[in-house]
């Protein structure tokens, strides 16, 4: 039998979990197919890892959702918004995963190419489930955001990126805290969130 398709893309993120570079040689052998048939079945190495990144992004979003929502009532800080506790969670597991760290020592270029390209498979569908996160906020407490969700979602995305990545992009070393900061206040501000 051939590998589906998810097959490829959880061997690939294993290998990227296990801090290990992806091989598209390599990764065909072990699932005993071809490097054409891999292309076919995926695309090429940055279509690869641009899935296996989502995937494993994917995944960790949900559990940042699950264990927020998991949380008992007035956990967190009063009238912080659902999806910005979510989105904080999330960057800091990022931020802090070493997998993800030692992609982005050993690979810069291509690193920021797959997780950035605004045509790629991660950041779209970041944006997306961002602005799942902020429908819910904007539903469930009757508010009126001053501009479409999916923009203020690719700014927020965005916005995460220069922090996250900013020894790369700029030579300076992440800051997480900034970047709540800083999209706190943006996202509060869009959606009209008064204290």
Known sequence: MIAPREEVVHRAARTLLAGERLDTTTLAAQLGISR????????????????????????????????????PEGAGPPGRLRSLAIAEDFRHVLGTAPSLRRFIDDEPTTALRVLTDPR????????????????????????????????????????????????????????????????????????????
């Open 36 to 71: 054409v048939t891999l292309f076919r079945r995926v695309g090429n190495r940055d279509a690869i890892l641009g899935e296996a990144m989502w995937w494993l992004a994917e995944r960790t979003l949900r559990r940042a959702t699950e264990a927020h929502d998991a949380r």
């Open 120 to 195: 790629g498979r991660v950041e779209p569908r970041l944006a997306e489930a961002y602005t799942a996160l902020f429908e819910r906020d904007v539903e469930e407490r009757g508010l009126t955001p001053e501009i479409a969700l999916p923009l203020l979602s690719y700014a927020v995305v965005r916005l995460g990126e220069s922090f996250l990545y900013s020894d790369v992009m700029v030579s300076r070393d992440p800051d997480l805290k900034a970047a709540t900061t800083v999209i706190d206040a943006l996202v509060t501000g869009v959606l009209g969130v008064r204290d």
